[in-house]
């Protein structure tokens, strides 16, 4: 019994830190960015490093329409 709590525990944290690492792009996903798609790719591809993860999010939060 105490082997399935963990088991569980363990996928509910993967599940937490899947979706903290990919908050960039569900944050532009729901508000409809404009560049929703290379967000996405940018938080895929170089969000492992802090500072990639970092501009996703600032892009992704940024007011519509500011790059364009």
């Not at 940018?42 to 007011?63: E, K």
């Amino acid at each position: 019994m105490e082997n399935i709590l963990i088991g569980l525990v363990m996928m509910a944290a993967g599940i937490l830190c899947l979706l903290l690492y990919f908050l960039p792009a569900i944050i532009s996903f729901k508000r409809e960015h404009e560049y929703r798609w290379a967000i996405f790719a940018i938080n895929l591809f170089v969000g492992w490093s802090f500072i990639g993860w970092v501009v996703a999010l600032v892009w992704a939060v940024m007011p519509k329409g500011k790059l364009s």
